[in-house]
């Protein structure tokens, strides 16, 4: 008896030539993978397990057997993605950049530490905050998780300067003197400028406390040269998302540029983590889909990456001179591939963001700083990794942000957004 597959065949039908080839997707945290990418993981590695490192010569690591080319996928995946990121020490196993961080906080940090990390309305990921995986590690059993600025408190949040999109440096190098973290975390989700990096790693070293850099939404950016260099700057951990700016599958990755000394001391961590700790079996098959997209990023991802942020650029200019407010705009708008657009006089963020949907232009409704309810927000937030792979440059940006200026006001604008997304139907940088 054959089992019918047709409705489920049709759906995804549905949504391949809704998303490929109507909507302009302009969520940040997605990307579209090239098709060697996607063509490489349907393979048997869909079926098999293979927990712990690969096996060397004379070590067996693997709790599984028949595992051999499982492992020289893992380990080339492995050497070429610290050839890209210039790193000592990486991790391929975890199966997003949550999982990343996940492994961080479950190998480093114990009940009772205290971590210093970006609020979730100046853009910190929710990971980072009281109900993520970083607040409950810190939480002892029975007691209440402790908030705000006194010493004894379990989660402080970087302090910001006065436009809420920069951590200040100087005000967060008081805090870790006064309060001691376990660990300082930098990165955002809704990420728009880099992180003073250097001078706090600077005030970390000298009480011997990690700084973990989430770069889930820009580790594309950074692989490109086009946003900061975390390692370089002094990050103990490099995690971030192999899907976003760096278009790949649904995967993570754990970087490290540690010497000698530092990767005794803190690279155990991530390991452990890793492994037995946020993943057994590492869904294998889309670690050669991994390795593919490295490739992609060491050939293309500078031209990338430069053409994203100037999109970026282009489309939040271009939004707030037609009068639709774009956050930022004293610095530019942003320095990656996020804008943040103020949608208030419109509306609730969500009901914006579905207007947009209805147009068939895809975005997500987001936290600006001072907004409180995660649930009915004042902003949206936009990312052009997507489009701008499929070729879209700063004169289709404009074009782009008309049509948004006109659905955010009511406009029914749905033909042509069509119109210009079946100009840009073809895949750069593969």
């Given at each position: 008896?054959?089992?019918?597959?047709?409705?489920?065949?049709?759906?995804?039908?549905q949504?391949?030539?809704?998303?490929q080839?109507?909507?302009?997707?302009l969520?940040?945290?997605?990307?579209?993978?090239?098709?060697?990418?996607?063509?490489v993981?349907?393979?048997?590695?869909?079926?098999?397990?293979?927990?712990?490192?690969?096996?060397?010569?004379?070590?067996?690591?693997?709790?599984?057997?028949?595992?051999?080319?499982?492992?020289?996928?893992?380990?080339q995946?492995?050497?070429?993605?610290?050839?890209?990121?210039?790193?000592?020490?990486?991790d391929?196993?975890?199966i997003?950049?949550n999982?990343?961080?996940?492994?961080?906080?479950?190998g480093?940090?114990?009940?009772?530490d205290?971590?210093?990390?970006?609020?979730?309305?100046?853009?910190?990921?929710?990971?980072?905050g009281?109900?993520?995986v970083f607040?409950r590690?810190?939480?002892n059993?029975?007691?209440?998780?402790?908030?705000?600025?006194?010493?004894?408190?379990?989660?402080?949040?970087?302090?910001?300067?006065e436009?809420?999109?920069?951590?200040d440096a100087?005000?967060?190098i008081?805090?870790?003197?006064?309060?001691?973290?376990?660990?300082v975390?930098?990165?955002?989700?809704?990420?728009?400028f880099?992180?003073p990096?250097?001078?706090?790693?600077?005030?970390?070293?000298a009480?011997?406390?990690?700084?973990?850099?989430?770069?889930?939404?820009?580790?594309?950016?950074?692989?490109?040269g086009?946003?900061?260099?975390?390692?370089r700057?002094?990050?103990?951990?490099l995690?971030?998302?192999t899907?976003?700016?760096?278009?790949?599958?649904?995967?993570?990755?754990?970087?490290?540029?540690?010497?000698?000394?530092?990767?005794k001391?803190?690279?155990?961590?991530?390991?452990?983590?890793?492994?037995?700790?946020?993943?057994s079996?590492?869904h294998?098959?889309?670690l050669?889909a991994l390795?593919?997209?490295?490739r992609?990023?060491k050939?293309?991802?500078?031209?990338?990456?430069a053409?994203?942020?100037?999109?970026a650029?282009?489309?939040?200019?271009?939004?707030?001179?037609?009068?639709?407010?774009?956050?930022?705009?004293?610095?530019?708008?942003?320095?990656s591939?996020?804008?943040?657009?103020?949608v208030?006089?419109?509306?609730?963020?969500?009901?914006?963001?579905?207007r947009?949907?209805?147009?068939?232009?895809?975005?997500?409704?987001?936290?600006?700083?001072?907004?409180?309810?995660p649930?009915?927000?004042s902003?949206?937030?936009?990312?052009?990794?997507?489009?701008?792979?499929?070729?879209?440059?700063?004169q289709?940006?404009?074009?782009l942000?008309?049509?948004m200026?006109?659905?955010?006001h009511?406009?029914?604008?749905?033909?042509?957004?069509?119109?210009?997304?079946?100009?840009?139907t073809e895949?750069?940088?593969?």
């Amino acid at each position: 008896m054959t089992i019918d597959i047709h409705d489920i065949e049709q759906l995804l039908e549905q949504q391949e030539q809704w998303r490929q080839r109507q909507a302009i997707n302009l969520i940040a945290s997605e990307n579209t993978p090239s098709e060697a990418v996607r063509r490489v993981q349907n393979s048997d590695f869909m079926g098999r397990y293979a927990e712990g490192h690969p096996n060397e010569p004379g070590k067996v690591n693997r709790y599984y057997q028949g595992t051999r080319y499982i492992d020289e996928i893992e380990r080339q995946a492995r050497t070429e993605i610290m050839e890209l990121f210039r790193a000592r020490q990486a991790d391929v196993r975890p199966i997003s950049g949550n999982a990343s961080n996940t492994a961080i906080a479950l190998g480093y940090l114990r009940g009772g530490d205290t971590v210093v990390a970006n609020s979730t309305d100046a853009g910190g990921h929710i990971s980072h905050g009281p109900v993520g995986v970083f607040g409950r590690r810190i939480q002892n059993r029975g007691q209440v998780l402790k908030l705000g600025s006194e010493k004894s408190v379990n989660l402080h949040y970087l302090p910001l300067t006065e436009d809420h999109y920069h951590v200040d440096a100087q005000k967060t190098i008081e805090l870790i003197e006064r309060v001691s973290p376990q660990l300082v975390i930098m990165g955002k989700s809704l990420f728009l400028f880099p992180e003073p990096v250097s001078e706090v790693a600077a005030a970390c070293r000298a009480k011997n406390i990690p700084l973990l850099y989430d770069g889930a939404h820009v580790l594309g950016l950074i692989a490109g040269g086009q946003f900061q260099d975390p390692l370089r700057e002094g990050a103990t951990w490099l995690t971030g998302s192999t899907h976003k700016t760096f278009p790949g599958p649904q995967r993570g990755v754990i970087l490290g540029n540690l010497d000698e000394e530092g990767e005794k001391k803190f690279w155990p961590a991530a390991d452990r983590g890793v492994f037995p700790g946020s993943s057994s079996n590492h869904h294998l098959h889309t670690l050669p889909a991994l390795l593919v997209a490295t490739r992609e990023m060491k050939l293309y991802g500078r031209d990338y990456a430069a053409q994203i942020v100037r999109n970026a650029q282009a489309l939040g200019r271009s939004l707030d001179e037609l009068g639709t407010p774009v956050e930022a705009r004293d610095f530019g708008y942003t320095k990656s591939h996020i804008i943040a657009v103020n949608v208030a006089q419109f509306g609730a963020g969500v009901e914006v963001a579905k207007r947009l949907e209805a147009n068939d232009i895809i975005v997500n409704y987001n936290m600006l700083p001072g907004d409180e309810d995660p649930r009915n927000p004042s902003g949206l937030r936009i990312g052009v990794s997507e489009m701008t792979r499929y070729g879209m440059d700063e004169q289709a940006m404009g074009e782009l942000a008309q049509l948004m200026h006109d659905a955010v006001h009511g406009q029914q604008v749905k033909e042509q957004v069509n119109k210009l997304r079946a100009r840009y139907t073809e895949m750069q940088y593969v």
